[in-house]
């Protein structure tokens, strides 16, 4: 079986060099064994994601070059698959729906921030303080009847006692230089949220459920995922998937050093065409040519 690689945007901007570079090596690691390369349009967030930046990650990679297969898988058009994955979770007693705006979010954790160093995520962001997951099941039910938004969590405790030590296999490396068979450690995520009252999904359940439903073997993303994996893995296990290798590759900095972001006109594929860059430029810019 030829392996299976995929580029997954997000269509909530335009693509710059990190995308490029995500997406060509992608494109040369497929070709150079035989493998397949697909394209999956990441666009659950329906307040960033528009049509036209969609039609601009087409029309750039067709510019440089890289050819993909059809069809493209769009996440906003496979949102039962995401309800019947979540529910397989609901199932196994794994997911609570937590109540809290992120400003009550923020006040719980300054509360308990004034007594002792509170545990941040790899992202950095304070974990999720737990406090929904004491309610009553008729203080929860009430809750929801009466319209309060909420997010799905996933009970990561109890998630990881059912599936113990969990790793990957890691072609490229992570931050500190992990590579090889790694350990994935899920629980410095805290009960991350799963999906909300208004999208049955989040990006952790969506790019798990995808990749197996899409045969994908090969994962190529940023370093910046790196963390994110261990989540992955742990959904993967507790769903019955099989888990694909990884390789994610180091990220593009800007000129000042920083990551790249959308909104950086200076590294953006339209404006670098539009100053008269070519494909191969934009490959020597990443180092790839
Ligand atoms: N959609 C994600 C992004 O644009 C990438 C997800 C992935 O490659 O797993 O950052």
């Given at each position: 079986m030829p392996p299976v690689f995929r580029f997954a945007p997000s269509p909530n901007g335009y693509l710059h060099l990190g995308h490029a570079y995500s997406a060509l090596l992608n494109f040369d690691l497929a070709r150079m064994s035989g493998g397949r390369l697909l394209l999956r349009i990441e666009d659950i967030d329906t307040a960033r994601c528009r049509p036209e930046f969609e039609a601009a990650i087409d029309e750039d990679l067709g510019w440089l070059g890289i050819a993909w297969e059809s069809p493209v898988r769009r996440q906003s058009e496979h949102l039962a698959d995401y309800r019947q994955a979540l529910e397989k979770l609901s199932a196994q007693g794994l997911i609570y729906p937590s109540f809290e705006s992120r400003a009550e979010i923020a006040s719980l954790v300054a509360q308990r921030e004034a007594h002792a160093p509170w545990p941040r995520d790899p992202d950095g962001a304070p974990l999720y303080p737990?406090?929904?997951?004491?309610?009553s099941p008729d203080a929860r039910a009430g809750l929801i009847e009466s319209g309060v938004p909420y997010a799905l969590r996933l009970d990561m405790t109890a998630a990881c006692a059912r599936c113990g030590e969990l790793g990957w296999l890691e072609r490229g490396a992570g931050p500190d230089g992990e590579t090889g068979r790694v350990a994935a450690r899920?629980?410095?995520?805290?009960?991350?949220?799963?999906?909300?009252k208004e999208t049955p999904t989040s990006y952790h359940l969506a790019v798990v459920v995808d990749d197996a439903l899409q045969g994908v073997t090969e994962v190529v993303r940023g370093q910046d995922l790196f963390h994110a994996t261990g989540v992955h893995r742990l959904l993967q296990q507790l769903l019955g998937l099989p888990s694909p290798a990884y390789r994610h590759h180091g990220l593009i900095p800007d000129a000042s050093g920083r990551k790249l972001s959308k909104?950086?006109?200076?590294?953006g594929l339209r404006e670098l065409r539009a100053e008269g860059a070519t494909p191969a430029d934009i490959r020597r810019l990443v180092g790839l040519a």
């Amino acid at each position: 079986m030829p392996p299976v690689f995929r580029f997954a945007p997000s269509p909530n901007g335009y693509l710059h060099l990190g995308h490029a570079y995500s997406a060509l090596l992608n494109f040369d690691l497929a070709r150079m064994s035989g493998g397949r390369l697909l394209l999956r349009i990441e666009d659950i967030d329906t307040a960033r994601c528009r049509p036209e930046f969609e039609a601009a990650i087409d029309e750039d990679l067709g510019w440089l070059g890289i050819a993909w297969e059809s069809p493209v898988r769009r996440q906003s058009e496979h949102l039962a698959d995401y309800r019947q994955a979540l529910e397989k979770l609901s199932a196994q007693g794994l997911i609570y729906p937590s109540f809290e705006s992120r400003a009550e979010i923020a006040s719980l954790v300054a509360q308990r921030e004034a007594h002792a160093p509170w545990p941040r995520d790899p992202d950095g962001a304070p974990l999720y303080p737990g406090t929904a997951k004491l309610l009553s099941p008729d203080a929860r039910a009430g809750l929801i009847e009466s319209g309060v938004p909420y997010a799905l969590r996933l009970d990561m405790t109890a998630a990881c006692a059912r599936c113990g030590e969990l790793g990957w296999l890691e072609r490229g490396a992570g931050p500190d230089g992990e590579t090889g068979r790694v350990a994935a450690r899920p629980e410095a995520w805290g009960d991350v949220i799963l999906a909300r009252k208004e999208t049955p999904t989040s990006y952790h359940l969506a790019v798990v459920v995808d990749d197996a439903l899409q045969g994908v073997t090969e994962v190529v993303r940023g370093q910046d995922l790196f963390h994110a994996t261990g989540v992955h893995r742990l959904l993967q296990q507790l769903l019955g998937l099989p888990s694909p290798a990884y390789r994610h590759h180091g990220l593009i900095p800007d000129a000042s050093g920083r990551k790249l972001s959308k909104s950086t006109a200076s590294t953006g594929l339209r404006e670098l065409r539009a100053e008269g860059a070519t494909p191969a430029d934009i490959r020597r810019l990443v180092g790839l040519a």
